[in-house]
């Protein structure tokens, strides 16, 4: 009976042994050392750059990542006063940021609120910070009559002052 338990000991006792090493063997892969030549750090500036020659062709030599250009979604901040009218390019976006401001066409369609999702004529209220697309050149926003102060529209797109 002495010798039973012993061996039922030493079989539970083997087979803790095994489970553990089996559980504590690393998994392919996972031996590595983040950073070293076998697992390198990649930076962001390496990726674009990589990117960039891909895009490019694959020439050969190092080139810089391309910088966003500055032109159509740059978005400027334009002071308007009283008198005055910014006339949009087509395709040029508005948000009126202070004052109160009006609707300028030139014909009788007019421009897109795409923050309500209607269109404001010639003479119409221009919201605040709603987002106003003009399809087509000749139409624009000015100061409302009667107002002494300017107003500050957020224009991404090219714009004329009359």
Do not use: C, W
């Not at 039973?4 to 392919?28: C, E, F, H, Q, V």
């Not at 960039?52 to 190092?62: E, F, I, K, P």
């Not at 966003?68 to 508005?94: H, M, R």
């Amino acid at each position: 009976m002495k010798t039973k338990s012993i061996l039922s000991s030493l079989a539970i006792l083997s087979i803790g042994i095994l489970s553990a090493s089996i559980l504590n063997t690393p998994a392919d892969g996972a031996g590595t050392t983040p950073g070293t030549t076998d697992d390198p750090v990649v930076t962001k500036s390496y990726v674009d750059q990589q990117i960039q020659q891909a895009l490019n062709g694959g020439g050969g030599g190092t080139t810089n990542p391309t910088q966003p250009s500055q032109g159509a979604d740059e978005v400027k901040n334009v002071a308007l006063k009283p008198g005055k009218i910014l006339i949009a390019d087509a395709g040029t976006e508005f948000i009126v940021r202070s004052g109160n401001a009006v609707i300028y066409t030139e014909v009788a369609s007019g421009v897109a609120d795409l923050t309500d999702g209607k269109d404001l004529l010639n003479g119409e209220t221009a919201p605040k910070n709603h987002l106003l697309s003009f399809p087509r050149e000749g139409r624009g926003i000015q100061v409302k009559e009667g107002q002494t102060s300017n107003l500050i529209v957020m224009v991404r797109g090219g714009y004329t002052i009359k």
